[in-house]
């Protein structure tokens, strides 16, 4: 069912497409590691020159989990944005923000509160498993259990297209798109929304109104997901069309009213798994990680001190890389060659352990460096780390502004 791209534009001379929107937060309640670069942050520096970024700070959700540690967070937030810089994300090509400065967030939260059922909230898996693993925490909070409530409210105050996150939150995204979907369904419908439908089409040239009635046939008829996907870049093209015009023709998209609030997707990080030290998952909470900013000594000593397959205990005992965390390491860091160094020399005992690690560390330090160099000026002068936050958080609001202007006039507040 797979539509070709070419297929999709409406004709040859179709302008650059307009980027979709990724949106993503993490919690500053630690210092970032190796494992969140591999794993997040790493795919967040390639999106941002593919697509219109907004990364935050999500500093409300750590509250959910720090209440009586808020001090966790102050000291994280600057250094996590300092992590973020460091890994290379850039403040001209993607928007850097402060959840908590962003009280449009919190309303949106309220309003979409009203309308959810309980049940959704309870049966997201993460509830009780968080609960279970961090059982010196009482997380039998009202806060707690709306947890991902808040994260559908980050994600649809953006009208983000694309949330790229770990398979752990695909829970979050799920419960997002259906909160969207209750929204729309509650209060997307207006009496004369296929008029003014109508109208909004007839501000697009012939052709253009055309392919859009194609797409909205192949989705209709076929459910074409593709040409669905497609849509918001292709309504985003046409400058003519105001906010309340694209909810309509999104909702004659799919058969509805309106829709408001756009569903995201989720767009599972495709990254290696850089375990922790000792092949636990990397977690500040294990001790077993190496921060992103870890001074090289410290490195050092960390990877030397590595367990390694517990059978080879003998420089002449044979080990298994497939039993050795340090293996999950060079299939991160190590090129074919180095891998094939490694395993072979471990198999047959022609190695030793340390000879093994030192490509490893050498990798991790190489990488390291051009980190510390850009992270350098922000060390040196925090204002400017607090200016890109500042200007972020400025940029950030004027979609969250425009987004709670339409969400009140749907909920019918605007008396
Ligand atoms: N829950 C996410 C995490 O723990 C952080 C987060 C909060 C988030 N709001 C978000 C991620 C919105 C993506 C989109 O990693
Ligand atoms: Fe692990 Fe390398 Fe030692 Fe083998 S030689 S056990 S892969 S560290």
């Not at 907004?54 to 967070?73: C, G, K, N, P």
């Not at 808040?150 to 259906?178: C, F, M, N, W």
């Not at 040409?227 to 003519?240: D, I, K, M, Q, S």
């Not at 000792?278 to 990877?303: F, L, P, Q, T």
Request: hydrophobic share 35%.
């Amino acid at each position: 069912m797979m539509t070709s791209e070419t297929t999709l534009s409406p004709n040859t001379t179709t302008p650059a497409p307009v980027k979709e929107r990724v949106l993503s937060g993490m919690r500053p309640t630690g210092a970032l590691h190796l494992g969140h670069y591999h794993g997040a942050l790493k795919n967040w520096v390639r999106l941002q020159s593919e697509m219109e970024c907004f990364f935050f700070v999500a500093d409300w959700h750590a509250l959910t989990t720090h209440y009586e540690h808020r001090e966790v967070i102050e000291q994280n937030v600057y250094e996590m944005v300092i992590d973020w810089l460091a890994a290379g994300l850039d403040p001209n090509q993607c928007t850097l923000f402060l959840q908590s400065r962003l009280p449009e967030h919190a309303e949106l939260f309220a309003l979409l509160a009203m309308g959810t059922p309980l049940s959704w909230l309870e049966r997201v898996p993460t509830y009780k498993d968080q609960q279970q693993q961090l059982k010196d925490k009482d997380l039998a909070t009202y806060g707690f259990l709306g947890y991902p409530l808040l994260q559908a409210a980050d994600i649809l105050i953006y009208k983000a297209h694309y949330v790229p996150v770990g398979e752990d939150q695909a829970s979050h995204v799920e419960l997002t798109r259906e909160t969207a979907r209750r929204f729309n369904d509650l209060y997307g419908r207006r009496a004369d929304d296929a008029t003014r439908a109508a109208a909004a089409l007839a501000k697009l040239a012939k052709e253009d109104a055309r392919y859009f009635n194609t797409l909205k046939k192949k989705f209709q008829e076929q459910g074409d997901e593709v040409a669905r996907a497609r849509l918001p870049g292709f309504l985003a093209r046409f400058e003519v069309l105001t906010p309340d015009d694209h909810a309509l023709l999104m909702g004659q998209f799919s058969g509805k009213g309106r829709t408001v609030l756009v569903e995201p997707q989720v767009l599972l990080t495709q990254s290696s798994k850089l375990p922790g030290l000792d092949g636990r998952k990397m977690s500040k909470s294990y001790g077993n990680g190496i921060a992103i900013r870890e001074d090289r000594a410290s490195i050092e000593i960390k990877v030397r001190t590595m367990p390694t397959d517990p059978a080879r205990v003998k420089r002449t005992d044979p080990g298994d890389p497939d039993k050795c965390p340090v293996w999950q390491f060079h299939k991160v860091y190590s090129d074919d060659t180095t891998q094939q160094w490694a395993r072979q020399g471990c198999t047959s005992a022609g190695i030793g352990c340390i000879e093994c690690k030192q490509p490893v560390i050498d990798a991790i330090l190489k990488e390291q460096q051009p980190m510390l160099t850009r992270a350098e000026p922000y060390l040196s002068n925090p204002k400017i780390v607090r200016d890109i936050i500042d200007a972020g958080t400025d940029r950030a609001r004027l979609t969250a502004r425009a987004t709670m202007h339409e969400v009140r006039a749907a909920i019918g507040l605007n008396y």
